[in-house]
């Protein structure tokens, strides 16, 4: 992959944390060495002090034994805690270059990707990288040493046992393998399970009403025991796994002292080895079970964190809004409000290739021009908008506003030139008052505020018991209302371009009137482009463009397309039958 942002991460913070790099190395050879003493140590108590029975320096070997002991719980105490800290440093740094993508991505993305999955990758797979620190690569390099010299200690013993140890190793390994393997299967079953469960109880909660309408009680309860009954079948497996992993681990350990006690016993002598070595021998293969069972684990969580690097990389290679020119302002393409010309040259767009969306669009509009697309649904007249504001990029051709490419327009000057308004009001956490400016310090309060009063909206909000300041809460504001505040935020920053998308869709035909009305009075010296399904509820535009198919059916004035367009006036037509 072009770039690599996990490597990229970690030689940053390896940089800048050399000192903690260098006394980790140091611990990580600490541990490996310490971890091989004891045994030593109790060779020497049994051979020296407790077989010839001669107390002589048995005191210093118990201490210098308890104390080695005391040194590695020291140890891995300081392993733990560095590794955690640098691999929390990590993934801090590889979440914030994720979410400085994250704004430079292009819009045609999160067409793709839904919101659960760009979570994931901040989530789920940064998590999975930072187990590779906390129990992953390093752990397993501090394992493999510790075999490593648990069997040079046993080779040095006896020859013969270490020869055994050596074939015994990959068997055992096998052995704890298949148990981890099953009990972790059986976890992860067990996990998507009561997420099920859970999930399901909730959905029933949420839709309690339609299913109390559509009688549809005893499905919800059957799907919800079945849920249970799979759930209560792979809690068994778990719990008989987590039972059994343990004795197994046991008798492997009984199996290896018997057959060590044995061939070093008088009888067979097949080891040559002194007791002090025996008992040291015990303890060092006893010794080799845990770093072989955490070794599974590693491998299991270095898998993992692989999955995690590759699916992060692939985030952090996603393309980017490919040129924007950083030296255009807003006021060097628009130094006068009323010459805003806007010019759709050629283009056509498409999602998916071989899918086209919209085909060869030609259309020019003068400054101050009221333009409304209509046509059927799914014509692409969102799509439309999204390429007006620069969010995505024509396959073919151009939108230009006084010859400048809207593409190439930073997006922070985007707001001087475009407000947005659509079907529904998004909310941010803050204030009424950070409703509208979107929490933009560039917005000042008085701006704010003549927003607000200009749709209508400052006795309401003044009437409540902070004012401007009161928290958001979405029952505050009824839709109309909301819908209202929306307006305020497009037009805070006194654009001059302003684009409405649907926005009367979901409101009654008075409040609906009311916005008209609003938008009457925003549109007089503004370029006006909007969206609308119903052509009656439309704010009196000069320019109509019909869409069909991807392509401009026709467009004029509407008292022309009444005359010359069969399409709008049956359309017309229909819409004055209804109710509204
Ligand atoms: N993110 C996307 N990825 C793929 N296809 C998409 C995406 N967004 C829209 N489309 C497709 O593009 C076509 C046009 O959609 P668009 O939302 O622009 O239509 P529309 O005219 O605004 O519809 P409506 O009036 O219902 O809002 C539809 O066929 C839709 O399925």
Redesign the pocket.
């Known amino acids: 992959m072009k770039n690599n942002l996990v490597k990229k991460s970690i030689k940053y913070v390896i940089k800048d944390n050399v000192v903690s790099v260098a006394v980790l190395v140091v611990i990580i050879i600490g541990i490996v060495i310490t971890s091989l003493l004891p045994p030593q140590i109790l060779r020497k108590i049994i051979d020296q002090n407790l077989v010839p029975r001669n107390g002589v320096g048995l005191l210093s070997l118990a201490v210098s034994y308890l104390g080695i002991l005391m040194f590695i719980g020291i140890f891995d105490f300081l392993k733990e805690a560095i590794l955690t800290i640098l691999g929390q440093k990590i993934t801090k740094e590889i979440r914030m270059e994720m979410m400085e993508k994250l704004e430079k991505i292009n819009a045609i993305f999160f067409?793709?990707n839904g919101s659960g999955t760009v979570v994931s990758r901040f989530t789920n797979d940064v998590d999975a990288i930072s187990s590779l620190f906390t129990s992953g690569i390093v752990s397993m390099i501090v394992d493999s040493f510790k075999i490593i010299g648990i069997l040079g200690s046993i080779w040095f013993f006896s020859v013969r046992l270490g020869i055994i140890t050596l074939i015994l190793l990959p068997i055992i390994f096998i052995i704890i393998r298949i148990f981890q393997r099953h009990m972790l299967e059986a976890q992860i079953k067990n996990r998507v399970l009561v997420g099920k469960v859970n999930n399901h109880i909730s959905e029933s909660l949420k839709n309690i009403q339609m299913i109390k309408s559509f009688s549809k009680e005893s499905y919800m309860e059957d799907s919800y025991k079945m849920y249970l009954i799979d759930n209560y079948r792979t809690m068994e497996k778990v719990n008989f796994y987590d039972s059994i992993f343990s004795p197994i681990i046991m008798i492997i350990r009984a199996l290896i002292i018997a057959a060590v006690v044995i061939l070093s016993s008088n009888q067979f002598g097949y080891l040559g080895i002194s007791v002090g070595m025996v008992a040291a021998s015990i303890e060092l293969i006893s010794n080799l079970l845990g770093p072989i069972q955490d070794l599974g684990m590693e491998l299991q969580s270095i898998q993992g964190a692989i999955s995690g690097i590759y699916r992060v990389n692939e985030f952090y290679n996603e393309p980017e809004d490919e040129y924007k020119n950083s030296e255009l302002s807003a006021e060097s393409i628009i130094s006068n409000r009323k010459e805003v010309r806007i010019s759709f040259n050629d283009i056509s767009f498409y999602?998916?290739e071989e899918r086209h969306?919209l085909q060869n669009i030609n259309l020019e509009f003068q400054p101050q021009e009221k333009v409304t697309f209509v046509?059927r649904?799914?014509?692409?007249?969102?799509?439309?908008f999204k390429l007006i504001l620069g969010l995505l990029k024509p396959t073919n051709g151009s939108i230009k506003i006084n010859e400048v490419d809207v593409y190439s327009i930073p997006n922070t000057e985007k707001r001087k030139i475009f407000g947005y308004v659509d079907q529904s009001f998004h909310t941010i956490k803050g204030t009424i008052a950070d409703q509208v400016s979107l929490q933009d310090k560039s917005i000042t309060r008085e701006q704010i505020e003549d927003a607000i009063d200009f749709v209508g909206l400052s006795d309401y909000i003044l009437s409540l018991e902070n004012g401007y300041d009161t928290k958001m809460d979405n029952n505050l504001f009824s839709q109309g209302q909301k819908q209202l505040l929306a307006i305020a935020r497009a037009i805070a920053t006194n654009p001059p371009i302003l684009l409405l998308d649907?926005i009367t869709a979901n409101l009654d035909a008075i409040t609906e009137e009311k916005i008209i009305s609003i938008l009457q009075k925003v549109s007089d010296t503004r370029t006006i482009l909007s969206?609308s399904?119903r052509l009656l509820s439309m704010i009196s535009c000069d320019t109509v463009v019909i869409l069909e198919n991807g392509r401009v059916k026709n467009s004029g004035s509407p008292e022309l397309l009444l005359e010359n367009d069969e399409w709008y006036r049956s359309h017309i037509e229909l819409e004055k039958l209804t109710w509204r």
Do not use: F, P, R
């Open positions: 067409s793709y999602y998916e969306i046509g649904t799914g014509v692409g007249k969102s799509t439309l649907e969206i399904h």
